[in-house]
């Protein structure tokens, strides 16, 4: 700057004065326009969640770390793939509560469309009950994962050899070999020992690591709310795993962001899915617990998709209060159940952290490059802004 000036005053044509400083403050402005293009470009790599970016679905507050894992006991643990060129998938496991092996929960489970695969809900539904994490991977590796929960039971609990393991499927060969068969049983057993309460990394994480949403990329997002003491007070976590929807239908917070995001637009592709999981502390029984599994559909509706046939999108739910003994002296036990004219805020509840779960697993998605060279780009975060900003969002 010192030598600037020097150099301004000892120009004795005014004129010469006016076109230095003109020349210096042009290149500032074009130095400043190529930063804040550069920060645009370099926007999918910095992720957010909604709430971060100014997105705010609905009026319930959330759980401290507005995740599944709100909800207490339950724990969330990530295996990631991502090797070479072509390997983009995982296992993610959540577990209801620590001894679910041995004591378990009253759940439910609901198939919005069945063209996909969720082994053990027949089991749910026919008992009341869950008896086993809820592990999520891509569509052929069911069965390794499934054979790695059995193994863990096994192993630790070798009296107990009679769980039906809950597995859940999206298919994720758009961006991963898939016919590979890379997910191994000791990926289902170290996705469960990496459970762990707290914060969940969300995105292209563990069984999201290959998944796209709405043409964008996009993997597991996660959501909590808490209903105020006077409505009872309790809380109600959603993982999913977003794997559906066509970019024309997306819509977030009502606003048509598919429509108005137009780019890097995706080719056309096969409909997808949604795996969703539900957890509340409300003391819920089976029949209840269908009717809030029933709400998801609410709220994943709100983002636009409407089920295609060509889309299995599965719902499971489970309510941690209750604990179904082994065996009791007398064959009864008791169990509370909250009053059915309480479920109505539950069901606002689920819908709120569906919807707002299904955003978070976009956005904190990254751009990502897979099998023979296909990219799936993540949405973009100050475009999304923009657009949210403009319908008053």
């Not at 998938?89 to 378990?104: E, F, K, M, Q």
């Not at 539900?278 to 209840?288: E, K, M, N, V």
């Amino acid at each position: 700057m010192k030598r600037f000036l020097k150099t301004v005053r000892g120009i004795e044509n005014p004129r010469d004065t006016k076109m230095l400083i003109f020349i210096v403050l042009t290149g500032v402005f074009w130095a400043c326009s190529i930063a804040s293009v550069n920060a645009e470009l370099t926007d999918t790599d910095t992720r957010a969640r909604a709430r971060d970016i100014g997105i705010q679905i609905g009026t319930l507050p959330t759980g401290t770390h507005n995740a599944i894992t709100d909800v207490e006991g339950v724990k969330v643990g990530h295996v990631t793939l991502n090797e070479g060129d072509s390997i983009r998938t995982g296992v993610t496991a959540i577990l209801p509560s620590d001894d679910i092996w041995t004591a378990r929960l009253f759940g439910a489970a609901y198939t919005i469309h069945g063209n996909g695969e969720a082994t053990g809900i027949a089991r749910i539904n026919q008992a009341g009950w869950i008896e086993s994490p809820i592990l999520l991977t891509n569509t052929l590796s069911v069965g390794a994962v499934h054979d790695g929960v059995v193994r863990y039971i096994v192993k630790r609990y070798p009296d107990n050899n009679i769980v039906l393991p809950i597995v859940a499927e999206c298919y994720d060969g758009g961006l991963n070999d898939i016919s590979g068969l890379h997910v191994t049983a000791q990926h289902a057993i170290e996705a469960i020992e990496n459970a762990t309460e707290g914060p969940v990394t969300e995105g292209s994480v563990g069984g999201g690591t290959g998944m796209r949403c709405y043409g964008f990329k996009a993997g597991i997002g996660t959501a909590s709310r808490v209903l105020p003491e006077e409505r009872g007070g309790w809380t109600v976590g959603v993982l999913v795993n977003s794997n559906g929807g066509r970019r024309s239908q997306l819509r977030i917070d009502g606003v048509p962001v598919g429509e108005e995001i137009s780019g890097s637009p995706p080719k056309p592709g096969r409909d997808g899915s949604f795996i969703i999981v539900i957890a509340t502390d409300a003391p819920l029984t089976h029949r209840q617990l269908k009717q809030v599994a029933i709400r998801a559909t609410h709220g994943l509706a709100r983002t636009g998709t409407p089920s295609t046939d060509g889309s299995g999108e599965f719902v499971i739910a489970f309510s941690t209060p209750n604990i179904f003994p082994n065996n009791t002296e007398n064959g009864t036990f008791e169990i509370q159940m909250l009053v059915n004219w309480r479920l109505s805020s539950l069901f606002q509840a689920v819908i709120e952290a569906t919807e707002e779960a299904i955003i978070n697993s976009m956005t904190m998605a990254t751009t990502t490059t897979g099998r023979k060279g296909r990219t799936m780009y993540a949405i973009p975060l100050v475009e999304l802004q923009k657009v949210m900003k403009a319908h008053g969002q």
